[in-house]
Structures are given as C-alpha cells and as structure tokens.
C-alpha cells in the first residue's frame, strides 16, 4: 500500500502561483510514476501531468504545458506541481497518483493505483 497526502492548495488571483505537494509514504517511493489530476466541479477528473520514477522523464495535458511543472524529490517522498500563469479554469480539487513502474504511464486514470484525498484550488479571476 502507498499512502498519499497533497498539500499546498488555496485560493489565488489569476495569473498568480501556487505549488502543490504530495508526501508518499508506505513503500519504496522510487518505485512508483507519479502523475496529477485535477476535478473541477460538474466535470470528469482529468489529467494533468506525468513522472517517471527518475523524474528524468514528464509530459503534461496541452491545457497547462508551459504553465506547470511537475517535479520529485525521492529522497523527500515528494511530487510536486508547480503551477504559474494560474488560470479560473485551472479551479478543481487536485489528486496525486501512483502507480508501481518504471516505464512511461499513459494519462488514464485506470493506470493508477494508489490516489490522495485531493486539496483544492481556486483560481479567481
């Protein structure tokens, strides 16, 4: 079992920053891809971005590359999302994922096994 725990959600001004992190605990972090999703309100959970268990390896949704960075701290059990440029669309609940591989995972949420109870941000505009 792999816990999860996000933190760092808020409300922000548009165009404003915020970084979220998810601490792991449970089984050898390094072990697992983590990914980010996010669910705003009436809508279906998404994906937002990929990484390898290096960090050597991201990819991200088209909606927010060039605005997010997904990064990893294995010494620290720790993902992170940093999010700039924030957006009122950006708004949702986000989730960190985990997945036992060492490999590419594909943006599904189906290819995740291990979820966080989610924190969320708002975005005003």
């Known amino acids: 079992q792999v816990q999860l725990v996000e933190s760092g959600g808020g409300l922000v001004q548009a165009g404003g920053s915020l970084r979220l992190s998810c601490a792991a605990s449970?089984?050898?972090?390094?072990?697992?891809?983590m990914g980010w999703f996010r669910q705003a309100p009436g809508k279906e959970r998404e994906f937002v971005a990929f990484?390898?268990?290096?960090?050597?390896?991201?990819y991200y949704a088209d909606s927010v590359k060039g605005r997010f960075t997904i990064s990893r701290d294995n010494a620290k059990n720790t993902v992170y999302l940093q999010m700039n440029s924030l957006k009122p669309e950006d708004t949702a609940v986000y989730y960190c994922?985990?997945?036992?591989?060492?490999?590419?995972?594909?943006?599904?949420?189906?290819?995740?096994?291990?979820w966080g109870q989610g924190t969320q941000v708002t975005v005003s505009s």
């Open positions: 994922a985990a997945v036992r591989a060492r490999g590419l995972v594909g943006p599904r949420i189906s290819e995740y096994d291990y």
């Open positions: 449970g089984r050898t972090f390094s072990n697992y891809a």
């Open positions: 990484i390898n268990w290096s960090g050597g390896s991201t």
